[in-house]
């Protein structure tokens, strides 16, 4: 089946522009998560949604950062007023409905490719 | 608390060497522990993960070794071959089922 999908790819942009970035989530998924890559670093956790609970946004960097997600499906992280720090990759991973451990659950995350943003 | 620490940052294996990644985590309430692998321009996959109620767990080349009462947990990748090249992430969930992530290994298998 269909995996996460992320779009655009790459995003070019110039400083003080505003961004959105995409992201479908694999079908009845209902945990989605936001993270950032910088060049050869970590995953930086951003926000997650988890059904229709309120969102997880301790990870957002600063108040230009914000994340919606419309129906339980698909996502879009704005970055207003981008700054060059802002320059990374960014991904979003999506989770099956959560499970207790005796269910067997775990919380494998299944990611996207990613959109690498450029701020100019 | 919720820190997961991974070493080394970048490690060098011959091919058929075994590749061995660590990490280390204090939070005795993670109970699941995962190791993702990363292909440049790809996102994370799940590559194995372990409970922490075993000591091992084996998939093919791939073994995560885990020690319960030191707090760590290693990957081994025996017989490296250059397509294991990739950056791999452990990590450990959290009672709010979310993942706290290492900071990832980059590995380069030397033909």
């Known amino acids: 089946g269909a995996g996460v999908s992320q779009s655009p790819s790459n995003k070019v942009t110039e400083k003080g522009k505003d961004v959105e970035l995409r992201c479908d989530p694999i079908s009845g998924h209902t945990a989605l998560y936001w993270y950032r890559q910088s060049l050869g670093q970590g995953l930086e956790f951003l926000i997650y949604?988890?059904?229709?609970?309120?969102?997880?946004k301790s990870g957002l960097p600063s108040d230009r950062f914000s994340a919606e997600r419309t129906g339980g499906s698909v996502s879009t992280l704005t970055i207003q007023r981008t700054q060059q720090e802002d320059s990374a990759v960014y991904l979003c991973?999506?989770?099956?409905?959560?499970?207790?451990?005796?269910?067997?659950?775990?919380?494998?995350?299944?990611f996207g490719p990613g959109t690498r943003l450029t701020v100019l | 608390q919720q820190q997961v620490k991974q070493s080394p940052q970048s490690l060098i294996v011959q091919k058929g060497g075994i590749s061995i990644i660590n990490c280390a985590y204090e939070?005795?309430?993670?109970?699941?522990f995962p190791w993702y692998q990363q292909f440049p321009g790809k996102g994370p996959a799940l590559l194995i993960a372990i409970r922490p109620d075993v000591s091992e767990k084996k998939e093919g080349r791939f073994t995560i070794s885990f020690n319960k009462s030191a707090k760590q947990f290693s990957l081994h990748i025996m017989d490296s071959q250059p397509g294991d090249s990739a950056t791999y992430f452990c990590?450990?969930?959290?009672?709010?089922?979310?993942?706290?992530w290492g900071a990832g290994t980059k590995l380069i298998i030397k033909p």
């Open positions: 949604f988890q059904g229709n609970s309120a969102p997880d």
């Open positions: 990590a450990a969930k959290d009672s709010n089922y979310q993942l706290i």
């Open positions: 939070n005795t309430a993670f109970d699941y």
């Open positions: 991973a999506s989770s099956p409905r959560l499970k207790s451990l005796l269910a067997g659950g775990n919380n494998e995350q299944f």
